[in-house]
């Protein structure tokens, strides 16, 4: 069986000693939110995800959840965890306080969320969803629409969808066919037509569903132009507030899958369903953008959160496994074997998940920090300068973080050898869970264009001053720091090409758009490296200053793993300069008839 602890003191580090998350407490609304209310928050959570959450993880994937007359149940126990996920107030964290919410910062909802999917992903993919609609109906629902749906989805009796996806378009929503009609009332809608790959579009978890739902409106302009955003409830609400009678949505099928089989991903058919415009009629993709966003940096915990459980399990098996013995002799003569952890590739696996777990972990922080700072900051300098690091942020948090997460348990899996393979262990469930993450939410390649192609050139360059001028001013502040020689300069040679590559592609781009596609996926994942890189620079500065006090094994752990990720890791980016810099022209130039 897997094993998972919530990750306590690694989030005390992360905040508390990495960031100084005592500034949220500085930011208006928060004044509560001190670090040890952060932390002792994030124990309740702990308890609530090892507890109830993660001894269903295992049951919910073997049981799947099952369809049968239009009606979807959810595995053995998770409607009762569900109900204890909500009266316990895990629904509502970070919500409005106006509406019911608890006003908490994003960052604490942001590791709480880590913890629910590294305990079960699949359960967490029910609130997950409930919390981006409410995003979305809370930035750009009319008053009337914020108070008749805001509050039960923040109490968690109701939960959210998004539904996008249609069978013939996935990435480009432009070919969208569900339509809306005028009602002849005022902003209601008539929608009809069908939405595949749903996630939670039918359960047993709650009372009310409240789907996000992007139509054309009727001779609306044709393309991603014409796009328009509803609000389609599953019931129909009374005046009273209470749930009325069925509206016309109903689950055709659920989809049998490869992991998070425990999540119900639905065909949805909206038959003449009554839906409510939210924000501008044909702007639904700016609304629906307010509900991806958070879901895209959702997803890239997700793939932390795996990363988490495959490290935490693989840890220990390679402790408790004996195999062979250490290249240079007996090192526990007394057993019939050495551990595998004596063997150096194993070392190099489970150094590899270490320093891809707890490096997305140290990114995750920064850009939630960030989150807290453009909702709450005072100053509107500091809110923008915040939203454009978060705007920058988010494809690298998806799709990295997904990457690696993948990657992950997929050495997890290599740790346990041909036991990893067998489903008892529940290492190759990590796996399949995991391999979702780099598809939905716009696949990884969509979010390497997204970075490419939109965040770059946006504001001239402005969001990525927000990351270029803070590495560069820590870089040269630490650069002549002898004890740091080892950690500042590889980042800074990386961080220099990173900023070569960066005018190339642009360059290269703005002559030959394919050049900005061919380029895109391996420029992400070379910012990636360099951004968690800078980050593992920083920690190293705090390790090498407390190895010989209180916690030397925890400081020792940061230190070795910041130099493997100096000497193993970041190196790789050399080969991604090289192939960013071998342009389109090998991609492009067999015609596809080819192939
Ligand atoms: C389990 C699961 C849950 C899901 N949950 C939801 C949900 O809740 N709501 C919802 O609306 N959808 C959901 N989806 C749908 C998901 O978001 C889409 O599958 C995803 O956006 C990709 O769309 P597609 O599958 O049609 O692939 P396609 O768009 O057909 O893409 C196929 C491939 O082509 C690439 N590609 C496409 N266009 C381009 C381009 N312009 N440039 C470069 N490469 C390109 C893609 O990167 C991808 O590799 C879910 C899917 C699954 C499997």
Redesign the pocket.
Same mark, same amino acid.
């Given at each position: 069986m897997t094993i998972y602890k919530a990750p306590l003191r690694e989030y005390r580090f992360v905040l508390q000693e990495l960031f100084d998350a005592g500034e949220l407490a500085t930011l208006p609304g928060y004044e509560e939110a001190t670090p040890d209310l952060l932390q002792s928050v994030l124990e309740e959570g702990g308890k609530l995800c090892e507890e109830v959450l993660f001894p269903l993880n295992r049951s919910g994937d073997e049981e799947g959840c099952t369809f049968e007359n239009g009606v979807v149940r959810t595995p053995k126990g998770f409607p009762e965890a569900y109900k204890l996920f909500r009266e316990g107030g895990w629904t509502s964290l970070a919500c409005d306080p106006e509406y019911g919410g608890q006003g908490l910062p994003h960052t604490l909802q942001f590791f709480v969320e880590e913890m629910v999917s590294s305990a079960n992903m699949s359960f967490g993919m029910y609130p997950g $969803?409930s919390s981006g609609c409410y995003s979305a109906i809370h930035r750009h629902g009319t008053a009337a629409q914020k108070r008749k749906f805001l509050p039960h989805l923040v109490d968690g009796t109701w939960s959210g #969808?998004?539904? $996008? &996806?249609e069978p013939q378009?996935? #990435?480009?929503l432009g070919q969208i066919r569900t339509k809306a009609e005028p009602s002849g009332k005022d902003g209601v809608y008539r929608i009809t037509g069908t939405?595949i790959?749903?996630?939670?579009?039918e359960h047993d978890l709650t009372d009310n569903i409240v789907h996000l739902v992007l139509a054309r409106i009727v001779g609306g302009p044709a393309g991603i132009r014409g796009i328009s955003l509803f609000i389609v409830p599953k019931f129909l609400v009374k005046e009273d507030g209470t749930v009325g009678p069925r509206n016309g949505v109903r689950c055709g099928s659920i989809?049998h899958?490869m992991g +998070?089989k425990a999540?119900s &991903?639905c065909v949805i058919n909206f038959e003449d369903a009554e839906g409510y415009l939210i924000g501008e009629a044909h702007k639904g993709m700016r609304a629906m953008f307010t509900m991806m966003n958070a879901a895209r940096l959702g997803v890239g915990l997700q793939g932390l959160a795996l990363g988490e459980t495959a490290y935490q399990t693989a840890r220990q098996y390679a402790l408790d496994r004996l195999q062979g013995r250490s290249l240079k002799g007996d090192k526990f003569p007394d057993k019939p074997a050495d551990p595998i952890i004596v063997h150096p590739d194993v070392r190099r696996m489970l150094l590899t998940m270490k320093a891809y777990t707890e490096g997305a972990r140290a990114l995750a922080g920064w850009v939630s920090l960030a989150l807290d700072r453009a909702e709450r900051h005072a100053d509107p300098e500091a809110r923008e300068e915040a939203e454009d690091f978060i705007g920058l942020m988010t494809p690298i948090i998806k799709a990295m973080l997904t990457d690696n997460a993948f990657a992950a348990t997929n050495l997890g899996v290599q740790i346990f050898g041909g036991h990893g393979y067998i489903r008892e262990w529940g290492m190759e469930q990590l796996v399949r869970d995991s391999r +979702?993450t780099m598809?939905?939410?716009?696949?990884?390649?969509?979010q390497a $264009?997204d970075l490419v192609g939109r965040k770059l050139p946006m504001h001239n360059g402005r969001l990525l001053r927000r990351f270029f001028h803070p590495v560069d001013a820590w870089l040269k502040a630490h650069a002549d720091k002898p004890e740091l020689q080892e950690f500042v300069s590889p980042v800074m040679k990386a961080f220099a090409r990173l900023q070569q590559v960066t005018a190339l592609v642009a360059q290269k781009g703005m002559v030959d758009p394919d050049e900005a596609?061919a380029a895109a996926t391996e420029y992400l994942r070379a910012f990636g490296l360099v951004a968690i890189g800078f980050l593992w620079a920083r920690v190293a500065e705090l390790a090498l200053k407390k190895t010989n006090g209180e916690e030397p094994l925890f400081y020792k752990g940061k230190l070795a793993t910041a130099r493997f990720y100096m000497a193993r890791v970041l190196p790789e980016t050399n080969a991604l300069f090289a192939n960013i810099a071998a342009g389109a022209k090998s991609l492009m130039e067999l015609e596809a008839e080819a192939f």
């Amino acid at each position: 069986m897997t094993i998972y602890k919530a990750p306590l003191r690694e989030y005390r580090f992360v905040l508390q000693e990495l960031f100084d998350a005592g500034e949220l407490a500085t930011l208006p609304g928060y004044e509560e939110a001190t670090p040890d209310l952060l932390q002792s928050v994030l124990e309740e959570g702990g308890k609530l995800c090892e507890e109830v959450l993660f001894p269903l993880n295992r049951s919910g994937d073997e049981e799947g959840c099952t369809f049968e007359n239009g009606v979807v149940r959810t595995p053995k126990g998770f409607p009762e965890a569900y109900k204890l996920f909500r009266e316990g107030g895990w629904t509502s964290l970070a919500c409005d306080p106006e509406y019911g919410g608890q006003g908490l910062p994003h960052t604490l909802q942001f590791f709480v969320e880590e913890m629910v999917s590294s305990a079960n992903m699949s359960f967490g993919m029910y609130p997950g $969803l409930s919390s981006g609609c409410y995003s979305a109906i809370h930035r750009h629902g009319t008053a009337a629409q914020k108070r008749k749906f805001l509050p039960h989805l923040v109490d968690g009796t109701w939960s959210g #969808t998004m539904c $996008l &996806t249609e069978p013939q378009c996935g #990435t480009d929503l432009g070919q969208i066919r569900t339509k809306a009609e005028p009602s002849g009332k005022d902003g209601v809608y008539r929608i009809t037509g069908t939405k595949i790959f749903i996630s939670a579009g039918e359960h047993d978890l709650t009372d009310n569903i409240v789907h996000l739902v992007l139509a054309r409106i009727v001779g609306g302009p044709a393309g991603i132009r014409g796009i328009s955003l509803f609000i389609v409830p599953k019931f129909l609400v009374k005046e009273d507030g209470t749930v009325g009678p069925r509206n016309g949505v109903r689950c055709g099928s659920i989809e049998h899958k490869m992991g +998070i089989k425990a999540s119900s &991903t639905c065909v949805i058919n909206f038959e003449d369903a009554e839906g409510y415009l939210i924000g501008e009629a044909h702007k639904g993709m700016r609304a629906m953008f307010t509900m991806m966003n958070a879901a895209r940096l959702g997803v890239g915990l997700q793939g932390l959160a795996l990363g988490e459980t495959a490290y935490q399990t693989a840890r220990q098996y390679a402790l408790d496994r004996l195999q062979g013995r250490s290249l240079k002799g007996d090192k526990f003569p007394d057993k019939p074997a050495d551990p595998i952890i004596v063997h150096p590739d194993v070392r190099r696996m489970l150094l590899t998940m270490k320093a891809y777990t707890e490096g997305a972990r140290a990114l995750a922080g920064w850009v939630s920090l960030a989150l807290d700072r453009a909702e709450r900051h005072a100053d509107p300098e500091a809110r923008e300068e915040a939203e454009d690091f978060i705007g920058l942020m988010t494809p690298i948090i998806k799709a990295m973080l997904t990457d690696n997460a993948f990657a992950a348990t997929n050495l997890g899996v290599q740790i346990f050898g041909g036991h990893g393979y067998i489903r008892e262990w529940g290492m190759e469930q990590l796996v399949r869970d995991s391999r +979702i993450t780099m598809l939905y939410e716009g696949a990884n390649g969509i979010q390497a $264009l997204d970075l490419v192609g939109r965040k770059l050139p946006m504001h001239n360059g402005r969001l990525l001053r927000r990351f270029f001028h803070p590495v560069d001013a820590w870089l040269k502040a630490h650069a002549d720091k002898p004890e740091l020689q080892e950690f500042v300069s590889p980042v800074m040679k990386a961080f220099a090409r990173l900023q070569q590559v960066t005018a190339l592609v642009a360059q290269k781009g703005m002559v030959d758009p394919d050049e900005a596609g061919a380029a895109a996926t391996e420029y992400l994942r070379a910012f990636g490296l360099v951004a968690i890189g800078f980050l593992w620079a920083r920690v190293a500065e705090l390790a090498l200053k407390k190895t010989n006090g209180e916690e030397p094994l925890f400081y020792k752990g940061k230190l070795a793993t910041a130099r493997f990720y100096m000497a193993r890791v970041l190196p790789e980016t050399n080969a991604l300069f090289a192939n960013i810099a071998a342009g389109a022209k090998s991609l492009m130039e067999l015609e596809a008839e080819a192939f």
